[in-house]
């Protein structure tokens, strides 16, 4: 049982980070600048946040 928990897991986190991503990935670049992010960092910070390092 411990198998499905954690393919579970791993399709939550999958499913956050890509949402997350996309979320930056959507600000315009004045927003992204205002919260002092590059749209272009879209992937590394959504994988920061949701998988840590």
Do not use: F, N, Q, W
Not at 15 to 30: F, G, K, M, P, V
Request: glycine residues 4%; without cysteine.
């Amino acid at each position: 049982m411990a198998i499905i928990e954690k393919l579970r897991t791993a399709a939550r986190k999958r499913r956050a980070y890509i949402r997350t991503r996309d979320e930056i990935a959507r600000l315009s670049r004045s927003e992204a600048l205002d919260l002092g992010i590059y749209p272009e960092d879209a992937a590394r910070i959504a994988h920061k946040a949701v998988y840590g390092e």
